[in-house]
């Protein structure tokens, strides 16, 4: 693998600077370098991440920089220790989350209360110090990076239409659309998002052939036709984080990589790297592939519970946590946010495909992360599982 430095920015510790009108710790920013695998990976959808063996996917969700390009971050200067607390869950609990790891191929868990360590398990190989790929537990991830970007009043707002930001959008079925539209997922953008096709737009959208300055998000946008009036119809799109990515990058002037850098992996104080694939335009792909240690995940998490310690405007994931579409009777209670999946209870999570979570549940201060290798992308069963584990774990730490 060749690696080419892309950015180094250090800033000297300080005490505190204002943003906004409220103190922000201003930390050393992690160095930002690029990362070429000598022999990447096949973007052919026929032969996509979806439709990997167990053995390939395994061996390739653990070091996804040795296949993708990518950006990486280093570790933040000063790490959050993550304190073991004195009392653990009780040993029945602990055995059923045993058993979970095992039946869902899961390579690690841990569990946050009040932002102790009470569990940590990991399986199939994978360690503490090893890295897994999120897949779409990124587009929260790009979420919070987009509160950033608002708090930075570097976009106006999630009113703000998508076409002021990315004229590139103007003429596609884009037009009209507004950046919290693209956030909720609610363009009327029709699109197919079906893990099992390799004709889908979610497995064809990478593969698509690079235009000349333009983003490959753009270019595939280009290609989709509108079903519905913008605001008026939910449906789970990829592509559309991906768009929200790059929206992040045109107000910023920076990456992802760059930004999370600042914005996330420094003041949530990440112990390991980061790692984002990039897309054949040199793009981060905002909707998915970031690679983290399981307890950088919890990290996350616990940075979102404390409301982005003055990173995103106040208050901002108490709505970004809400349930701004409300699936209805067929599924009470659930609903999706600013690209965070809302449950019953208050509780909201990131998920992605073949087992990746984050659970917060606020009113208990806990944060519960999983990583997995499931044998096919999406499983209810295996969800549900796991959501019915974290409303025992809550029990268990009232």
Request: glycine share 10%; net charge negative; with cysteine.
């Amino acid at each position: 693998m060749r690696t080419v430095m892309a950015s180094c920015l250090v800033l000297a510790l300080t005490a505190c600077a204002g943003v906004n009108n409220r103190a922000v710790p201003v930390l050393a920013v992690p160095a930002v370098t690029q990362s070429l695998p000598d022999d990447a990976a096949s973007l052919d959808p026929s032969d996509s991440i979806l439709f990997w063996s167990d053995e390939r996917r395994s061996a390739g969700f653990r070091d996804m920089e040795s296949r993708f390009p990518g950006l990486e971050v280093a570790p933040a200067a000063t790490p959050r220790p993550l304190v073991r607390a004195s009392e653990s869950l009780p040993a029945a609990l602990q055995a059923d989350i045993d058993s979970f790891i095992s039946q869902t191929s899961a390579a690690g868990l841990i569990v946050l209360d009040d932002s102790e360590i009470v569990f940590e398990q990991y399986g199939i190989g994978f360690g503490p110090e090893d890295r897994w790929t999120s897949f779409s537990v990124a587009k929260s991830f790009t979420s919070t990076l987009l509160g950033a970007a608002i708090e930075d009043g570097l976009i106006d707002s999630i009113d703000t239409p998508v076409t002021d930001i990315i004229p590139a959008l103007s003429g596609t079925a884009y037009d009209g659309v507004t950046v919290g539209q693209i956030a909720t997922m609610t363009s009327g953008v029709r699109w197919n998002e079906d893990y099992t096709d390799p004709n889908s737009d979610v497995a064809r959208m990478l593969a698509i052939a690079p235009v000349a300055g333009e983003s490959q998000a753009v270019t595939y946008a280009r290609t989709l036709s509108r079903e519905a009036p913008a605001g008026e119809k939910w449906v789970y799109k990829t592509l559309e984080t991906n768009l929200l990515g790059l929206i992040v990058e045109e107000a910023t002037g920076q990456s992802l990589a760059a930004y999370a850098a600042k914005k996330i992996v420094a003041p949530a104080g990440f112990a390991g790297g980061l790692f984002w694939m990039q897309d054949l335009t040199g793009g981060n792909i905002g909707g998915c592939c970031l690679s983290l240690r399981l307890a950088d995940y919890a990290r996350f998490g616990q940075f979102v519970l404390e409301d982005g310690r003055g990173v995103v405007p106040q208050g901002w994931f108490a709505r970004a946590g809400a349930p701004l579409v409300d699936f209805g009777p067929q599924a009470p209670g659930f609903g999706y946010g600013y690209q965070w999946w809302t449950y019953p209870g208050g509780t909201y999570g990131a998920q992605g495909i073949f087992g990746q979570a984050i659970t917060i549940v606020p009113s208990d201060n806990l944060v519960v992360a999983v990583v997995s290798n499931w044998p096919t992308a999406t499983s209810s069963a295996n969800r549900d599982a796991f959501r019915a584990l974290v409303e025992r774990i809550a029990q268990a730490v009232e």
